[in-house]
């Protein structure tokens, strides 16, 4: 079928001519909508309304016969509601470049796909060695670890060019003035001791060893020759202070130990620490396997705090691994002084200690077997 008056080879199909009518109608529809619901839409939407209604006054009229249907302006209100459309969802020119190609727009990159940052580096073995904020520990396993050290706790600030050795014997100086004293560690197994002989050495006090608990069996016992040591080292003008070797696996036997060693230390007036040694069984299988770090600060707070009470000056003894392994140090060093195990020439642990066991198995003239030397850098007796 051809329009009527148009020449033959300028005929048009019925389907095209169909579409062309449709679209014509769509664009009328969509301008109707946009005057009636947006009266204020912005001056580009305008522009861009005017220039749709130019292409459309040069399009091919339509033929009468052709128009299905009168849109007025209740067709158009009917329209609107049905399809709920609003100004914002006929604004899609924007989708079209200037050659009719469809725009995409560039997709937001989601945060999963963002690529991550560089990771960090761990440090190395060197790196934390010489950072001076890392100390590194051994557990009981073997395993080993380096740990951060706590900025918020009292650091050792001794001056060690100030340490002098002779002939075994340490002393800490202040110019000319020796600040520390010198002890000796004593229990039965160093055999017989001559206190007289010790304090014509040069040596300012003793730690007596006064008992312990067994780590099998779980019965405390005394040592046997505490009395006839306290005695004698008082005698000999000797400052004392004692250990004892705990195996509590609770607060209450710790409570208990407490009790057993001021029971002890009764007839006598000691001016040095009582020290608590949680004694570690490296050959055999002990009791105390069981605790964990918070176990043995609780149990080791219960100790130092009944002994303290009581009116003697608790400090806690250990090797640098037990210290800031086996108990918390952030709960131990705020009430409680630290005897420190360590035959390092400088020792590795970071945080302040009073007495340091710095010799063991070490020959002293007046013990029959070897002893370990004590030095303090308190003087407890005038404390």
């Known amino acids: 079928m051809y329009l009527p008056e148009e020449p033959e080879d300028r ?45 459309s006054a040069t399009s091919t009229p339509l033929p009468e016969e052709e128009t299905e249907e009168d849109y007025g302006d209740a067709s158009i209100e009917k329209l609107y509601r049905e399809h709920k459309l609003r100004a914002e969802d006929l604004d899609f020119w924007d989708m079209y470049d200037g050659a009719g190609t ?8 989601s945060p999963s796909a963002t690529p991550d940052p560089t990771p960090t580096p761990s440090p190395t073995e060197e790196e934390l060695a010489a950072d001076g904020r890392h100390i590194q520990v051994t557990y009981k396993d073997g395993t080993e670890e380096w740990i951060e050290i706590d900025d ?13 050795i002779t002939n075994g014997k340490m002393a800490y100086y202040s110019g000319n003035k020796k600040l520390s004293r010198l002890g000796v560690m004593l229990s039965s197994e160093n055999g017989t001791v001559d206190f007289d002989r010790l304090s014509e050495d040069g040596i300012d006090f ?8 067994g780590y099998g069996t779980g019965l405390i016992s005394l040592d046997p020759d505490f009395t006839t040591r306290i005695e004698a080292a008082q005698k000999a003008g000797l400052s004392v202070g004692c250990y004892f070797s705990s195996q509590a696996v609770t607060v209450e036997e710790a409570v208990e130990e407490a009790a057993f060693v001021k029971n002890q230390l009764l007839p006598y007036k000691i001016s040095y620490p009582v020290a608590l040694q949680m004694e570690s069984i490296e050959t055999d299988t002990a009791r105390t396997d069981i605790l964990d770090e918070k176990d043995r600060t609780e149990i080791a707070q219960a100790f130092l705090k009944d002994i303290t009470d009581a009116g003697y000056q608790g400090i806690l003894y250990g ?33 302040q200690y009073k007495m340091w066991e710095y010799a063991a198995q070490e020959n002293i003239n007046g013990v029959e077997k070897p002893a370990s030397y004590v030095i303090s850098f308190t003087d407890y007796a005038n404390r």
């Open 11 to 55: 005929k048009v199909s019925a389907p095209v001519i169909y579409t062309i009518a449709a679209i014509s109608a769509l664009i009328f529809i969509i301008l109707a909508v946009v005057l009636v619901s947006n009266s204020q839409s912005r001056s580009g939407a305008k522009k861009r309304a005017e220039a749709l209604a130019a292409a």
């Open 102 to 109: 469809v725009v995409e727009e560039e997709a937001s990159p």
């Open 152 to 164: 918020k706790l009292p650091k050792a600030d001794y001056d060690f060019t100030k340490l002098k």
């Open 206 to 213: 003793v730690m007596l060893k006064v008992g312990g608990r």
């Open 319 to 351: 090797d640098t691994n037990f210290l800031l392994t086996d108990v918390i140090p952030s709960e131990m060093l705020k009430d409680y002084d630290v005897f420190l195990e360590d035959e390092e020439a400088i020792p590795a642990y970071p945080y």
